[in-house]
């Protein structure tokens, strides 16, 4: 388990084994996430939106929806 200090600034600074093991570089967005007990913080890389593909499991009928919709305002 690692550990951080908070500052007066409410920031904290990720553990560099931890930011090593996640591929997180300055820039890197993170979401907090409360769960009502505990705070995690998760971040936005390539890997984490490319391991979210498929959850929604709308078999493509998500996008055919969408391809429409921009269709028809297309010819508006």
């Known amino acids: 388990m690692e ?6 600034k409410g920031q904290v600074v990720i553990p560099a084994k931890l930011r090593k093991k996640y ?3 300055p820039g890197t967005k993170v979401h907090f996430y409360d769960d009502g007990n505990e705070i995690k913080i998760v971040p936005i890389t390539k ?8 959850v929604f499991k709308s078999k493509g009928k998500l996008l055919k929806a969408l391809v429409e919709e921009k269709k028809s305002e297309r010819e508006l």
């Open 3 to 8: 550990n951080s200090i908070v500052t007066t």
């Open 23 to 25: 591929d997180i570089k």
């Open 47 to 54: 890997d984490s939106i490319r391991s979210s593909f498929g």
